[in-house]
């Protein structure tokens, strides 16, 4: 699977899953405020509404908080005051990170941004300078199922016009474009698949390996500090997380 697949792994290693599903929780209910704001209440004329709400139901966010969430932006002003804004920047030698956040406060965002690339070894870049190393492309990721053929399922999913299928031991990885994301969403759901990971996400174009323990630790706690930040909605990196990373 891909990095962010292997850093839900590493998450799970450090044993903090509890206190990070309420932090999961919050950023989820504030991604579907925005999304409310922005293209209104009924996700089949809400686009990124509908891919909230599927991206909330794969973190397992109770179908109650979601429809509070989605009533709450309706009549609730103070929704309107979050903005989008991604943070472009480096790690640890020279790893290229992204950062996109949901704010009400950018003064406050930035600074808990900078502080967090000056303490573990990386530097807050100027936007663009990392950006153009990333491809915005749509996730799909379903957990290993005996009962899947594999070969027939990576065709389904190239038929209905899949960019990438991938599969190791933990399950299976399609990529696709976002102009097609939510048609391939759709129709595997209806076909009875339940996904792991549904988003739009950053994909690395190549990713960089860490050889240094120095290095690797920063980068781990770098990653860890910016998604503990609740106005950090996703971090992209192109760091190359080995498989057999040990976390203290």
């Known amino acids: 699977m891909s990095g962010h697949s292997k850093w839900s792994n590493i998450k799970h290693k450090k044993g ?13 209910t504030r991604y579907i ?10 996700p089949e004329y809400n686009t990124a509404l509908k891919a909230a709400i599927e991206k909330a139901k794969a973190e397992n966010l109770p179908n ?3 429809e509070r969430a989605i ?11 979050f903005e989008e804004i991604v943070y472009e920047g480096y790690g640890p030698a020279g790893i290229a990170v992204l950062v996109s956040c949901l704010t009400d406060n950018r003064n406050r965002t930035a ?11 990386g530097n807050l870049g100027q936007t663009g300078c990392v950006s153009f190393m990333f491809d915005r492309k749509g ?3 379903i957990e290993r199922d005996d009962s899947i053929d594999e070969e027939e399922f990576m065709m389904e999913a190239i038929e209905l016009g899949a960019e990438d299928f991938t599969s190791d031991e933990n399950g299976y990885e399609i990529i696709t474009s976002p102009e097609d994301f939510n048609g391939i969403r759709d129709a595997l759901k209806e076909k009875g698949f339940n996904f792991v990971t549904a988003e739009i996400s950053q994909i690395p174009q190549n990713t960089i390996s860490l050889t240094e323990e120095k290095d690797i630790k920063n980068m781990v706690k770098l990653i860890d500090i910016l998604e503990d930040n609740d106005d950090v909605q996703e971090v992209y990196h192109n760091w190359d997380i080995p498989d057999d990373l040990e976390i203290e």
């Not at 903090?16 to 989820?28: P, S």
């Open 16 to 28: 903090k899953e509890d206190a990070r599903r309420g932090k999961v929780f919050t950023k989820l």
């Open 33 to 42: 405020m925005v999304a409310v704001r922005e293209g209104g209440t009924d």
């Open 64 to 66: 109650d908080n979601i």
């Open 71 to 81: 009533k709450k932006a309706a009549g609730d002003l103070d929704a309107n005051n």
């Open 111 to 121: 600074s808990d941004v900078r502080h967090a690339f000056d303490k573990f070894g």
């Open 139 to 141: 996730v799909l990721a």
